[in-house]
């Protein structure tokens, strides 16, 4: 029997059986990220390719800044394209009016796909297949492909050269001085994972050393909202955070409230998951569904989220290499000796171990912190307020089986934020500073970003 290429193909994307295609599952499929969150008469354009990134995030197993970074351009690339088509917002980057006529839900997907394709190295050929073919075939439609596929070129042109190349990010390249004195970040080691979660490698270098030098979205710099200086170690404010981590934050601790502990768990959002900024986006999503938004309205939304996500992630980088703080496991375990603090409290305890996996990367800020916060503050300004009582699940429920059907409930964004960051303590990762400047952070760059991307045309 002989097999056309279409027949392949098409077989091929029913069965998902290509993987190196970018494949990925539909919404109603329980690996679907909007599957337990998204109402049927809210699907659309812009949730379905979010799924799809979020999807491609899990799968290739990103780590959080970049995981954030290809928030930030597919999402943009996506809106740029529909709305030079609608014609709402005005734009800084010169995309220009796209063609009367055209289908501007087709630009975005076609947009989305272009920028996702090179954000992730997939060509995604059958979810470009299978969005296409939910459009009738038009002259709308065809103009619609052809403007998308255009925009998508010019926003990943765009970002040529922005710094974001991993042979850039994951090298220090000299664009940050190392520590010298008793704070300095060293590997935390030996290294361990909680089965089935995530799991850490041995390194000689930090994660992502040079994401803070990416050209940001929405700041004037990476380092707009830098933090202040860190504590003195000899310090009574640094000698009461480490009692307080010490205490609170180690596997065995006797502070930790059961509550506590779940929190920790539940905001983990480890590299083998969506990441913190795919959760943040999953928490939109639930949100702003029925919040009756116009398409445009919508893709101007979530393209905020995603640059403001992006740009968090460069901001919480330039803070982590540029101060280069040294993570509570090792204060606690080799380091406590060489910060001559005078409080009995700074003692060395060479046992101790944090509640959950210590990132392999330096501590100060919190980049969980710096991520919900944007967010939050994101989705407040968006939703026209903060209180708004919701409640969620782990999106990502088989890293952590002691989650499943866990719940949470929150009466505010602010209050979900502030949850997520203190998860950071409970898990023994941060220091309270780590958390406390990163919040304030992260609620600035959203403020900045709401006010000045993106108005509408007058």
């Known amino acids: 029997m002989n097999v056309s290429r279409r027949r392949f ?10 993987p190196f295609f970018g494949c990925v599952t539909p919404h109603g499929h329980r690996s679907s990220y909007t599957t337990p969150i998204l109402e049927p008469q809210h699907r659309n354009t812009v949730f379905h390719w979010i799924d799809v990134a979020l999807q491609q995030v899990r799968d290739q197993r990103l780590s959080p800044p970049r995981a954030a970074y290809n928030l930030g351009l597919t999402t943009v690339a996506g809106f740029l ?7 709402a917002y005005d734009e800084p980057y010169g995309i220009g009016p796209g063609p009367r006529g055209a289908d501007p839900e087709v630009a975005y997907g076609t947009a989305f796909a272009a920028a996702a394709a090179e954000a992730f190295q997939q060509p995604f050929l059958f979810e470009r297949m299978a969005f296409n073919d939910r459009f009738p075939g038009s002259e709308a439609k065809s103009m619609g ?4 596929a255009a925009v998508g070129r010019q926003v990943v042109e765009m970002r040529t050269d922005d710094g974001s190349e991993p042979s850039e990010a994951q090298y220090y390249l000299g664009r940050y001085r190392r520590r010298t004195d008793s704070l300095r970040w060293s590997p935390t080691g030996p290294f361990y994972g909680a089965s089935p979660g995530p799991a850490y490698a041995s390194f000689d270098r930090g994660l992502f050393p040079g994401h803070g030098r990416i050209k940001p979205w929405t700041m004037t710099g990476a380092d707009q909202f830098r933090a202040r200086d860190f504590y ?7 000698a009461d955070e480490f009692d307080m981590i010490r205490r609170l934050g180690g596997a065995d601790s006797t502070l930790r409230t059961a509550d506590q502990s779940e929190i920790a768990m539940f905001w983990e959002d480890g590299p083998w998951g969506c990441t913190p ?6 928490i939109a999503i639930q949100l702003l569904q029925d919040r009756e938004l116009t398409f445009i309205e919508l893709a101007r939304a979530f393209a905020l989220i995603g640059m403001t996500q992006c740009d968090a992630s460069i901001s919480a980088w330039d803070n982590k290499y540029h101060h280069d703080i040294v993570r509570p496991e090792s204060a606690f375990r080799t380091r406590a000796p060489e910060f001559a603090n005078p409080d009995p409290r700074v003692i060395r305890q060479s046992g101790w171990r944090s509640y959950i996996p210590t990132p392999e990367f330096p501590a100060y800020t919190s980049g969980h912190s710096t991520f919900a916060a944007a967010a939050a503050e994101m989705i407040a300004l968006i939703y026209g307020r903060d209180d708004v009582a919701f409640s969620g699940q782990s999106p990502d429920q088989v890293l952590w089986p002691k989650l ?8 505010s964004l602010t209050r979900m934020a502030e949850e997520n960051g203190m998860s950071r303590l409970y898990g023994g990762v941060h220091w309270n500073i780590d958390n406390t400047e990163a919040l304030t952070a992260g609620r600035a760059i959203a403020r900045q970003a709401f006010r000045s991307t ?3 045309k007058a």
């Open 145 to 148: 492909v052809e403007w998308g």
């Open 81 to 87: 394209a529909a709305n030079g088509i609608v014609r």
């Open 277 to 282: 900024s795919g959760h943040m986006a999953c």
């Open 404 to 411: 499943a059907g866990v719940t949470r409930h929150w009466t």
């Open 454 to 456: 993106f108005p509408r």
């Open 9 to 18: 193909l098409a077989a091929s994307a029913a069965a998902c059986t290509l």
């Open 232 to 238: 003195d170690p000899a310090s009574p404010e640094f």
